[in-house]
Nanobody, 128 residues
Framework: QVQLVESGGALVHTGGSLRLSCAVSGNTLDYYAIGWFRQAPGKEREGVSCTSGSDDAYTFYANSVKGRFTISRDNAKNTVYLQMNDLKAEDTGLYYC????????????????????WGQGSQVTVSA
């Protein structure tokens, strides 16, 4: 069974940058669609960015992060990244990476219900 471990979360000032990493073990990364999700206190988990497996069929970004966040994957290292620039207070939350197989409509639309395996989360806090 696949395991995912996030790292890279931190406290950062508004306008700063962070890069989150998600190390995948138990299977090869390119077998899975991968997504980054976040959850703020009192709010539902939302899809931030999701991407397909090795075929590069799609990449999704939430409107709130377009132009600021970039998802990437290094299949040789079995690691997925989320580069976050120009961070804002509303980006604060617990960030999770997740993997999906097979791919469903929910997977492509970056909905949490479309993902089968989850990491434990990495906290990102953006302060003024």
């Amino acid at each position: 069974q696949v395991q995912l471990v996030e790292s890279g979360g931190a406290l950062v000032h508004t306008g700063g940058s962070l890069r989150l990493s998600c190390a995948v073990s138990g299977n090869t990364l390119d077998y899975y669609a991968i997504g980054w999700f976040r959850q703020a206190p009192g709010k539902e988990r939302e899809g931030v960015s999701c991407t397909s497996g090795s075929d590069d069929a799609y990449t999704f970004y939430a409107n709130s992060v377009k132009g600021r966040f970039t998802i990437s994957r290094d299949n040789a290292k079995n690691t997925v990244y989320l580069q976050m620039n120009d961070l804002k207070a509303e980006d604060t939350g617990l960030y999770y990476c997740a993997a999906a197989v097979p791919v469903t409509i929910a997977t492509v639309r970056c909905r949490a219900v479309g993902y089968d395996y989850w990491g434990q989360g990495s906290q990102v806090t953006v302060s003024a």
